[in-house]
């Protein structure tokens, strides 16, 4: 918890100056996105880790936070873009792209509730318990929490999509296609749990490719 919280406070303080350079929300490249989904991941961690009882959410999600931002050094390393100050802040386009993104740190905590499921389901099966084992949440936890955090991330969703029509200029087609199937392929599957009940293994399969959907369709965008 500490060391997540010292690199918190350094998320903050980078994405502080960033903003102060841009004069905007910073996520003006891929770099500055990466670091601000992590930033996402790791805040909401914090805010619903315990509330959810998954103390130990921060132990499977600092291996993706950690690959984001090795993943963004590597392209400020090689493209450090200049400083992109709007004529004009458009505060629609700022609420459109700040809701989207936390929507990423939901879906990627989700994906991590699901690896915490099949980790938890093999250990089961295999009656090899280590001291990990014995710390993880119980199965009814990890589900709920999945099912709520894919929820959160459509209610963030649609507050993007929603906010994207009342913006100055409107986003290119392509950009709401994306957004807009990002949106339907969680719905989906949140329907079909609802209605059928997937088992949990299918469950957590689910949220971890569609965040890898979903990162497929943010390097698109």
Known sequence: MALMALGFVFQSLFLWERGQLHNRCPITSGGEILIFISWSIVIMYFFLGRA???????????PMVFLFQSIALLLFWRNDPVPRPPAEVDRWLEMHASTSLFAYGAFALAAVAGVMYLFLDRQLKRRNHGQLFYNLPPIRYLVEALVRLIIIGLILTTAGIVSAFFMKQHPTEIHLALSGAVWLVYALVLAIHIFKRLR????????????LLALLTLSAV
């Not at 689910?206 to 965040?211: D, G, Q, W």
């Open 52 to 62: 959810f009882r998954l103390s130990l959410l921060g132990v499977f999600s600092a």
């Open 200 to 211: 949990p293994r299918t469950l957590s399969i689910c949220a971890i490719f569609s965040f």
